[in-house]
């Protein structure tokens, strides 16, 4: 039997917001055909604004959408099944952080649904984001892969991976942002601290890590090598890095991202 929506949305938070407005601002769904629920009204008077329908029921959101989005907090997602009332859709897509194929699965009963895992970050809400996706349940069907591949190909830079490494792409891209947004605070205060104004600190900070990372995907050369680029011999550079390696930049940003990791994985236990 065709559903009324193409997509249905459990949850309208940020990252969930971004996903329906750059399907539909790109053109790629009709507003018409996604409906949304939430129990904050706000939110959806927010994203009612596009033209998509909105409700407080999840179970008819559910019932009558083909592919039914969960963009709900992983401690929530029980919650969520409950309001379900028992009712099993056939295709889910999940932005939950940890929480697996299986235990999405078995919580709403029943091992033959098919779940796509995804995990966008933040930078995805201007279209400049990095997205994890695992598409394996749906292999085989290109209508499906297709779809799914053009929700998330609307915010940014869309990479299919197994499941298995979902916690990895975690611990990466999808907490990245926040590891980068600290550097940035850091260079910034710098630049204050030996002069700068805060404006004049931002621009250069900002783009300059801009311009960094062009050069990393743009050269095939090692990072060793563009580190090694920018430091000459008894020059300025080289007395930063010192410094940092010093105090163990990079072992700290490792630590992080295995903290980050590992709270994935325990919230996969949930």
């Known amino acids: 039997m065709k559903k009324k929506f193409k997509l249905g ?29 939430d129990l904050n009204e ?65 919580g709403l009963g029943s091992m033959d649904i ?11 809400s201007i279209g400049s ?7 394996s349940d749906y292999d085989g069907n290109e209508d499906d892969t297709e779809f799914l591949f053009n929700i998330f190909d609307k915010l940014g830079v869309v990479l299919s991976i197994d499941e298995s490494k979902m916690n990895a792409v975690t611990g990466i891209s999808g907490s990245g942002p926040a590891y980068v947004f600290m550097f940035l605070d850091g260079l910034i205060d710098a630049g204050v601290r030996e002069g700068l104004t ?7 900070a900002t783009q300059t890590v801009l311009g960094a990372a062009e050069m990393v995907l743009r050269d095939d050369k090692p990072l060793s090598d563009l580190i090694m680029s920018v430091c ?29 990791v590992k709270k994935a994985e325990d919230l996969s236990k949930i």
């Open 114 to 124: 098919k779940v796509a895992r995804s995990m966008p970050n933040l930078p995805c």
């Open 232 to 260: 000459s011999k008894g020059g300025t550079t080289i007395e930063a890095v010192k410094v940092l390696e010093k105090n163990n930049f990079r072992k700290s940003i490792v630590k992080a991202v295995d903290a980050c």
């Open 42 to 106: 706000e939110n959806l008077n927010k994203i009612n604004e596009i033209g998509v329908f909105t409700c407080t029921s999840n179970r008819f959101v559910a019932e009558n959408s083909e592919y039914v989005l969960f963009a709900v907090k992983p401690q929530n997602f029980n919650a969520v099944i409950s309001s379900l009332g028992g009712y099993k859709p056939e295709k889910v897509i999940s932005v939950m952080a940890g929480v697996g194929k299986k235990i999405i699965k078995s």
């Open 198 to 204: 805060s404006e004049e600190s931002k621009s250069l």
């Open 129 to 135: 984001g990095a997205v994890g996706l695992d598409m």
């Open 9 to 37: 949305v459990i949850g309208c938070g940020f990252m969930a917001s971004a996903i329906i407005r750059g399907a539909v601002l790109s053109d790629f769904l009709n507003a018409k055909k996604i409906i949304v629920s």
